[in-house]
């Protein structure tokens, strides 16, 4: 059963970096039939695909025009997850982040949930 | 890339049918069958109900069906019950290589 468990800060100041961790069980970031994407849901209630990364006999990434400029994933291979990171961010940044699995282009897994606050 | 098009609410009584819209371009749902729905209930992650335009994941109620036609998938959820009220969102591959969502839409079970 693959289970993705996320950690990291619920508030950041703004101007700084979003920092956020998934940790994949039940299944390898390796993966040749998986990507590994963040998606956020604004307090309006949208869901937003912000980027994702997969390994497909070198690793790949893929980012959402609206935050590509400030968006990093990055796998950890070492560790068996992945990372967002999102520099420069504002209010309008706050979110519930999630990371979830695509296998099969279908998002199947998805981590809890991060509510982020961006607030000085 | 502009979210697609669905309804912000639809609404149905007990044992009806109801279909939800996506309508988005011939750089997206039109070119792909890389269309997927997910189901959200409030406070939780969202849940994958239909892949590939029409393919149900194993444990998902076979009440639930997805569609496409042009640039417009749909899904039909077939004798509705209460647990169904939740809101429902669509997403597609894109031409870029990366995914857009739906505006989501509010099921209301009257």
């Known amino acids: 059963q693959v289970q993705l468990q996320q950690s990291g800060p619920g508030l950041v100041q703004p101007s700084q970096t979003l920092s956020l961790t998934c940790d994949i069980s039940?299944?390898?970031?390796?993966?040749?039939?998986?990507?590994w994407n963040w998606v956020r849901q604004s307090p309006s209630g949208g869901l937003e695909w912000l980027g994702r990364?997969?390994?497909?006999?070198?690793?790949?990434?893929d980012y959402a025009e609206s935050v590509k400029s400030r968006i990093t994933v990055n796998p950890d291979t070492s560790k068996n997850q992945f990372s967002l990171q999102l520099n420069s961010v504002i209010p309008e940044d706050t979110a519930v982040y999630y990371c979830?699995?695509?296998?099969?282009?279908?998002?199947?897994?998805w981590g809890q949930g991060t509510t982020v606050t961006v607030s000085s | 890339q502009s979210a697609l098009t669905q309804p912000a609410s639809v609404s149905g009584s007990p044992g009806q049918s109801i279909t939800i819209s996506c309508t988005g371009t011939?750089?997206?749902?039109?070119?792909?069958?890389?269309v997927a729905w997910y189901q959200q209930h409030p406070g939780k992650a969202p849940k994958l109900m239909i892949s590939?335009?029409?393919n149900r994941p194993s444990g998902v109620s076979n009440r639930f069906s997805g569609s496409k036609s042009g640039n417009t998938a749909s899904l039909t959820i077939s004798g509705l019950q209460t647990e169904d009220e939740a809101d429902y969102y669509c997403?597609?591959?894109?031409?870029?290589?990366?995914?857009?969502f739906g505006g989501g839409t509010k099921v209301t079970v009257l």
């Open positions: 039940g299944d390898s970031i390796f993966s040749s039939s998986a990507a």
């Open positions: 011939n750089s997206d749902v039109g070119r792909y069958n890389y």
């Open positions: 590939e335009v029409s």
């Open positions: 997403t597609s591959y894109t031409s870029r290589g990366t995914r857009v």
């Open positions: 979830a699995r695509d296998y099969a282009d279908a998002m199947d897994v």
């Open positions: 990364t997969y390994y497909r006999s070198k690793w790949y990434n």
